[in-house]
């Protein structure tokens, strides 16, 4: 992969912030969009805006094929069985939503376990508490060691056959770990629990393949794997999806609507009611094509690469803790000693640098760190050796610009 000309199709790198070139780390929270996606969205609502599945005439008809054809992508991408089990949501975040709200409430109860991790966003936190609240469940954690990685020997520990729900995100976003989902999925299913994936941080950076992994839900999100806002999928075992009931009732859903009673259509679409986000699953289609073209194991490469860089760049700075393990995804996390993450940030921003600043959803992450926030740079397939420089250099800019302040 030449990264110099992958750069070239993402119009918006092109560009000055604060009067110096823009340096985006910030791709853990949302990725940039190449040409193709942008292209496909604009032709979507140029030439064959229409909605999905109700009308014969033409433009429906593009907008159905288009859509579906999105459905299919998503399920080749992720190496499902069937696009009965890839259902189109918001992101992530609506995803196992979907799986709390209609697989939990109907299946755990007093007595039974849910298990997540605190390295967790909160969107793979709070939906398991709602549950437990709601239901008498009890929400276990799994610990951390030191390092924020996940020992499978505290995985046994903490599974048991009371175990219902065992719901862990494959990649960190806050320390970059890569956790062992196909064997906890394992210890899982060993115990009778099903496992959910929150694979918001992993299906942008390296192949899935949910059949190996053996999860019975995986979640991602479109925005953060070149693709547009406001669409993401889930993925489902069909023996489960078919077992669970809708949690969102009106058009597109149902299949006959009495005065007393309704049923609803087949899988996938008994859990898309509404009119469904059209363009985002076209463009989320164009963005899949876009990284298959490139290559998912050629994308790992190249964030490893960048991530090692970053790493020994950084220790070469007195004053910055970096959290999370040695091997890990593109993400990394850090403090500067007497800087707020919040001031590290703007003043790096002030340099055209583009970071995150804050608990990053995962509070309590962060107190398990003993932080109240932190900063994080976050790398993608466009990111480059001269950008992490530059970002380290006003990195020591900054150091210095509050070691001034405060002497």
Known sequence: MNVHEVRKLFPI????VNGK???????AAT?????????????YYRKYNSNVH?????LGTFATDGYEGAREKVKKFINANSIEEIIFTRGTT???NLVASSYGRANVGPGDEIVITPMEHHSNIIPWQQVARSTGATLKYIPLQNDGTIDLTDVEKVVTENTKIVSVMQVSNVLGTINPIKEIAAIAHKNGAIMVVDGAQSTPHMKIDVQDLDCDFFALSGHKMCGPTGIGALYGKKELLNKMEPIEFGGEMIDFVGLQESTWKELPWKFEGGTPIIAGAIGLGAAIDFLEEIGLDTIAAHEHKLAQYALQRLSEVQGVTVYGPEKRAGVVTFNCDDVHPHDVATVLDSEGIAVRAGHHC??????WLNVSATARASFYLYNTEEEIDAFVKALIKTKEYFGNVFS
């Open 21 to 27: 070139p823009l340096v985006y780390l910030d791709s």
């Open 362 to 367: 995962a509070q309590p992450l962060m107190k």
């Open 31 to 43: 990725s940039q969009k190449p040409v193709q996606v942008i292209e496909k969205l604009n032709e």
């Open 54 to 58: 109700r009308g014969v005439h033409t």
């Open 13 to 16: 790198l092109d560009q000055e």
């Open 94 to 96: 609506t995803a196992i």
